[in-house]
């Protein structure tokens, strides 16, 4: 009989979900603050159910010599040491969508909030005053919200707002004409967004292209008198800046739920007048908590009783017995899924999918779900096989899969195209007999190309010295080349080059690569693989 251990708070009704299934629970729910007694009888369980307080760290995975999975109750997963866990063979789970309306909803209260001035208003009636001149508020109707991220929780909101008879546009790299037609909102680069809207409320993730998505800068081209509303993710916003802008009467008013340091015990926002705080309240009703603890306890269940897989960060969902065939095809499609996403800028309308040969007979929906995965990744890092096409729906993006016989020299390759309003973009690739992914053809030009961790990708005019010059330039920087390949559409046309290095090339490097004039692309690629 499987054992597990719930060291955090979840509901009843969880627990007897695992006990009904016919698997041993231990429920000790103050346990994953001690992480001594934690790591002590880890060793014992086959499955470990846990919220935010647990931390899996790489130690307390060490000592778990039975574990097979940890099933997150919600949506982050920041407490887990997932690459550890992957090495280490655990799966881990999480549940995605069971508090995005409850996050919605909080982020429509406190804009209310922050319209009306209640917490103050509230704390002043308390005190025995009576101060109705004082808190002058603002109505909703028919002013515009500004939404960054128009995702699942972001597309929510949108649709309260239309209730509010609010007028909203968005801002999201990834949100299709289509799809904005289709939620009623108008799409707009940012710029614009700050100048034209009197709300404003975040629902992206926290990434290196959103970190301070609203900076000093960005904060300076706001609308006079918007109100800021961010239940997202702390760092989102300078903060110091937003206070700065606040004091001086260019922003009427913030309301935060998530802070840059977390728990925040002080922020430059605390005390400023009609700035309305709450501690990362988003996800805490009654319905979220329960809905994410009953999804994790089926989730787990399933996965320790048949195998099956479902809401996996670090595995797709597909059976034990395909697993064991598919896993190198997977590895594949997040890379070449990578490849193109860091490639890519603009907003992607389609995504096209060619299977060839042996791979076309397998699982084509955990491949897809794979490739799309590692498309979105670069703007996404929380997204995951489950969550991905998901996500590509919400945003308009249309997924397009064709299979068909073994047509060339390999026995099976996966081809990917991307479409965009400015261009197509597609890379190919396999699996070769030692079981290691391979870029087979980039842009049309056929390549041989192994897939390292750190990679350097140019184009350029098929000209003599190119090779020459990138060994130089690599050489003279202290970066060793661990595998370089080369290829043309033709003599004298277009050529790429992929550089497979043992470190990170810096930006300095590249664009010393740039700054040759032999180039007309270079750029840095990063990719999951153990090295």
Known sequence: MPKVLISDALSDAAVQIFRDRGIEVDFQPKLGKDKEKLAEIIGNYDGLAIRSATKATEKLIEKATNLKVIGRAGIGVDNVDIPAASKKGIIVMNTPF??????????????????????????????????????????????????????????????????????????????????????????????????????????????????????????????????????????????AALAEAITEGRVAGAAFDVFAEEPATNSPLFNLPNVVVTPHLGAATTEAQENVALQVAEQMSDYLLTGAVTNAINMPSITAEEAKIMGPWIGLSGHLGNFIGQMTDEPVKAINILYDGVVSEMNLAALNSALVAGIMRKVNPDVNMVSAPVIAKERGIQIS????????????????????????????????SDGKPRFIQIKGINIDAEIGRHMVYTTNQDVPGIIGVLGTMMGENGVNIANFTLGRNQRAGEAIAILYADEAVSEEVLQKLRDTGKFQQVKALTFDVEE
């Open 401 to 432: 899969t064709t299979k068909q016989d073994q047509s060339g020299t390999f026995e099976g390759y996966v081809k990917v195209t991307v479409v965009t309003d400015k261009r197509e973009r597609s890379v190919a690739g396999t699996v070769f």
């Open 98 to 239: 069971g508090n995005s309306i409850t996050t919605a909803e909080h982020a429509i209260s406190m804009l209310m909030a922050v319209a009306r001035q209640i917490p103050e208003a509230n704390a002043s009636t308390h005190a025995g005053k009576w101060e109705k001149s004082r808190f002058m508020g603002v109505e909703v109707t028919g002013k515009t919200l500004g939404v960054i991220g128009a995702g699942n929780i972001g597309s929510i909101v949108i649709d309260r707002a239309h209730g509010l008879k609010m007028k909203v546009v968005a801002y999201d790299p990834f949100l299709s004409e289509e799809r904005a037609t289709e939620i009623g909102v108008e799409k707009l680069e940012l710029d614009e967004l700050l100048k034209r809207a009197d709300f404003i409320t975040l629902h992206v993730p926290l990434t290196d292209q959103t970190r301070n998505i609203l900076s000093k800068e960005n904060i300076a081209k706001l609308k006079p008198g918007v109100r800021i509303v961010n239940c997202a993710r702390g760092g989102l916003v300078d903060e």
